[in-house]
């Protein structure tokens, strides 16, 4: 069973820096193409960025592009969302979460989660 634990989130102030981490178990990081995820009160789950397996290909949203990093470390089993310049609006419940296969209209198909870990940025 693939399980997902995220952590590095905290209260920062804006222009700050954060490092969130996922390390997987049941599996490896590498088997999987990873992805983060946020969700914020009424709002619904917004994509971040992804991290392809094996190529190591990285995809990000406009929200996090050019401020955002999603790198793996396979030794690890963890792969982490390094964000800088953190703003009021990046205050969300930060997930990670692993694709093996893509659906029928090719978009990868997350089928585990974590938990989350809470990202809180006052001005």
């Known amino acids: 069973q693939v399980r997902l634990l995220e952590s590095g989130g905290g209260l920062v102030q804006a222009g700050d820096s954060l490092r969130l981490s996922c390390v997987v178990s049941g599996g490896t990081s590498s088997s999987y193409t990873m992805g983060w995820f946020r969700q914020s009160p009424g709002k619904e789950r917004e994509f971040l960025a992804h991290?392809?397996?094996?190529?190591?290909?990285?995809y990000y949203a406009d929200s996090v592009k050019g401020r955002s990093t999603i790198t793996r470390d396979a030794a690890k089993k963890t792969v982490y969302l390094q964000m800088n310049s953190l703003k009021p609006e990046d205050t969300a419940v930060y997930y990670c979460a692993a694709s093996s296969r893509r659906d029928q209209s090719g978009r990868d198909r997350y089928d585990y989660w974590g938990q989350g870990t809470q990202v809180t940025v006052s001005s």
């Open positions: 991290i392809r397996r094996s190529t190591n290909l990285a």
